[in-house]
């Protein structure tokens, strides 16, 4: 069971009085009755219909859930004031904060298996060799620089020893099938891929000489954020608090139960198919949910400078991005769970 009352700390009382939190304030413990916590987290709302009692989701206030994933969803719907909070990938926050939205991050998961189960390979399109990273140079890189497939391209290209000069960088949406179309149509000759995506392609393509490669890089942050309008209102951000809880331990129900989380969500949920969904299984993350976010933040750094160079934009400190509040409250509920499955 989720502990909500983990690294609260402080008084409970503070911010109740109506005035705005600052990062100085503890986290409020007490909900306000009439609080409603909009929430774009369709995966986690999943985990806690299927987990059950497993998972202390009874909330002191009222979810609304919006069917809203993904970073250029999930900010513009903070720009519309019409949610609260939502899971993205480690870009969203740094580009919405480069577009003049204040957003604040409450919690992160990364992969401990990231090294053998990354989150995106470079997939080749037909007839392109694909051996490591250097065989990026003089190709068509589809390329989104406001998403985390955006960042993994230019970090390869890092890694390779490549500059943007050496290659073709073609700007599209990381968004459904655009890639994979985009691959399979020649408009683009390398695309990073990740989950069924990659796997259905190479399926697909594999036998007219489709490949992909590692890159060997961190792809592996996820994050739960929030304009910070939100972690400012006392009322919401006591419900955030225990809504981040819940989230943590969420993560650690899912990894613990594969058959379940196969079964109910990939396949009967998301209709896959049983190869598709055991393709994912395999392929799975290792949940690592930090309750201390500085090794997170200075991560999160190197990102930053990485992007501002590479995208002529302003180079944030990272720290300001983070409410290092919440940290504790994953982290600890993130334990509890995994002591409590006997991980």
């Known amino acids: 069971m989720a502990l909500l009352a983990a690294g609260c700390g402080g008084s409970a009382e503070a911010g109740t009085d109506g005035d705005a939190l600052t990062a100085a304030d503890a ?38 859930w919006a069917n809203i994933s993904g970073g250029p969803a999930t900010t513009e719907a903070f720009r519309a004031g019409s949610l609260d909070v939502g899971s993205v990938a480690e870009i969203p926050a740094i580009h919405a904060t480069w577009t003049g939205l204040d957003v604040q991050i409450v919690a992160s998961v990364f992969r401990e298996n990231w090294q053998d189960a990354p989150i995106y390979e470079f997939a080749g399109a037909p007839g392109v060799e694909l051996d490591d990273l250097e065989d990026l140079r003089g190709h068509r890189i589809a390329f989104s620089p406001g998403q985390a497939q955006g960042a993994i391209v230019l970090r390869a290209l890092q890694a ?59 792809d592996d942050a996820s994050h739960l954020y929030s304009p910070t309008e939100v972690v400012e209102d006392p009322a919401k951000a006591a419900a955030l608090r225990e809504y981040v809880a819940a989230w943590a331990a969420a993560k650690i129900w899912v990894a613990e139960h594969p ?9 009967e949920d998301q209709g896959l198919s049983d190869q598709d969904a055991q393709y994912l299984i395999d392929h799975a993350a290792v949940p690592d949910v930090p309750s201390d976010l500085s090794e997170t933040i200075a991560r999160t750094q190197d990102t930053v400078d990485l992007l501002a160079a590479e995208l002529d934009q302003p180079v944030l400190d990272a720290a300001d991005l983070f409410d290092e509040r919440f940290g504790p409250v994953a982290g600890e509920a993130a334990q509890a769970e995994a002591a409590g499955s006997g991980r």
């Open 27 to 64: 986290l409020p413990t007490e909900v306000p009755a009439g609080t409603t916590l909009i929430v774009g987290d369709p995966t986690t709302q999943k985990a806690f219909e299927l987990a059950g009692d497993d998972i202390d989701s009874d909330f002191s206030f009222e979810v609304e």
């Open 160 to 218: 390779a020893g490549l500059t943007k000069d050496d290659v073709e960088l073609v700007e599209l949406p990381a968004t459904g099938d655009v890639y994979v179309t985009a691959l399979a149509a020649g408009e683009v000759d390398i695309a990073p891929l990740g989950g069924t995506q990659l796997y259905r392609y190479l399926s697909s393509y594999g036998a007219d000489g489709a490949t992909s490669v590692k890159h060997h890089l961190r």
């Open 259 to 267: 058959d379940i989380w196969k079964e109910k969500y990939y396949v």
